[in-house]
């Protein structure tokens, strides 16, 4: 037979607080990452642009004017701090972040749960259910209220700064292709795809890092170069090349790390309570209905 509800009830409340608690550290240590973060990757921006610009392209580059280059690097460097303001907006904004990233990402299932360290598939699956990740509801406007809001915190979270980066390369490779850098006949929608291809690999390639090197095959082979195939050299800034290249970044990460151990802990524990409850409630209803005839 179930505990009585009222003591499960004790135990779920006893671990909200802790939830509450670890908001405020998880929050802290994001906090300080992203701060990292957006320095590392307005200086990774740079170096990856200029590894185009004078290494795969050096001739487009020299063809710019004095001022062409001067308002290039301006340009880029003002795209570079957009984005590192933007990785500190997304902590300010948690219900903006959430329902943002809801109309301009197609949650599937595999970015529904975020990438914390846990067991097995399985485990993940028990935390955060597929039908259970939702948007938070308007009740949800500062702070997570229960250890499970907290999860879809984090993982939304995870998912916008991955975004930050993603929207920066495209916008980078798109000024770039203005700028006369990459090949100007190569549709837009051409270059966001090769970038998201380059994105989905996830690994760190032997070239230059936070630039992607690719051979493109198009259907309209005259637009391009002759064959219908062309190398394409851009700008794809990766989170692990970025952390990878900063001391302070991965600091930082491996503090946010620490407390997602925690969290995933205490997820599984609230989960574990609330279907203690279901089983306690279900067990009071059917003897609440029983009757002896």
Known sequence: MARAIEQIERDMQALEK??????????SAYTSYCQALGQATRQQLILASYQVCTQAYPKQFLSLSMNQ?????????????TAAERLLELLNNPMEMARELAYSIQLDRESAIAEIEQDSIEEQEQIIP???????????HTAPSNPLELVQWQQILERAIAQVLKTLSL?????????GILPQKLPAP???AATAVSEATGEMTAGPPNVMNLLIETENPQDLQEGGVTQLIAI?????????????????????????????????????R??????AEAEAAWRASWFDE
């Open 18 to 27: 802790s939830a509450n608690k670890l908001f405020a550290e998880l929050n």
């Open 69 to 81: 280059r001067q308002q290039l690097q301006r340009s880029l460097r003002q795209l570079g701090q």
């Open 130 to 140: 597929n039908s259970e990740f939702r948007i938070p509801n308007s009740e949800f």
């Open 171 to 179: 916008d980078a490779n798109q000024l770039l292709q203005k700028s």
């Open 190 to 192: 051409l270059l966001e």
């Open 236 to 272: 794809q800034l990766r989170l692990s090349e970025v952390e990878f290249a900063d001391t302070n970044v991965r600091t930082a990460r491996n503090q946010v790390r620490q407390l997602e151990s925690n969290l995933v802990s205490l997820g599984r524990e609230y989960q574990k």
């Open 274 to 279: 609330q279907r203690e409850r279901t089983i």
